[in-house]
């Protein structure tokens, strides 16, 4: 199986920066796709944030220009760099991750999410 374990969240006044990290463990061949989605409560759950295996990346509109992803394949890591942080950036942060697990009898890749980590930008 695959586990995606999330850190980095907090409590970050309005102007502040966090980084979350998430590393993913278990037994794969390899990982395509990362990235970071994000629920507020009552709303549902968005993409903040996505990159590829070779490094393209993707942002919401809502976070371009203040947050940066960022993964390291050795160490099936993917980063969350948020900076200048807003109230409305409060949300649980989950990482997600498009995972090759086998190729016999035939390719098998699946999509494993983490358990979320809470942010809170608050005065």
């Known amino acids: 199986q695959v586990q995606l374990v999330e850190s980095g969240g907090g409590l970050v006044q309005p102007g502040g920066s966090l980084r979350l990290s998430c590393a993913a463990s278990?037994?794969?061949?390899?990982?395509?796709?990362m990235g970071w989605y994000r629920q507020a409560p009552g709303k549902q759950r968005e993409l903040v944030a996505a990159?590829?295996?070779?490094?393209?990346?993707n942002y919401a509109d809502t976070v371009k220009g203040r947050f940066t992803i960022a993964r390291d394949n050795d160490k099936n890591k993917v980063y969350l760099q948020m900076n200048s942080l807003k109230p409305e950036d409060t949300a649980v942060y989950y990482c997600?991750?498009?995972?090759?697990?086998?190729?016999?009898?035939?390719?098998?890749?699946?999509?494993?999410w983490g358990q979320g980590t809470p942010v809170t930008v608050s005065s």
């Open positions: 990159i590829t295996s070779s490094g393209s990346t």
């Open positions: 278990g037994s794969f061949l390899s990982i395509n796709a």
């Open positions: 997600n991750a498009h995972v090759l697990v086998s190729t016999f009898p035939r390719p098998y890749a699946n999509y494993y």
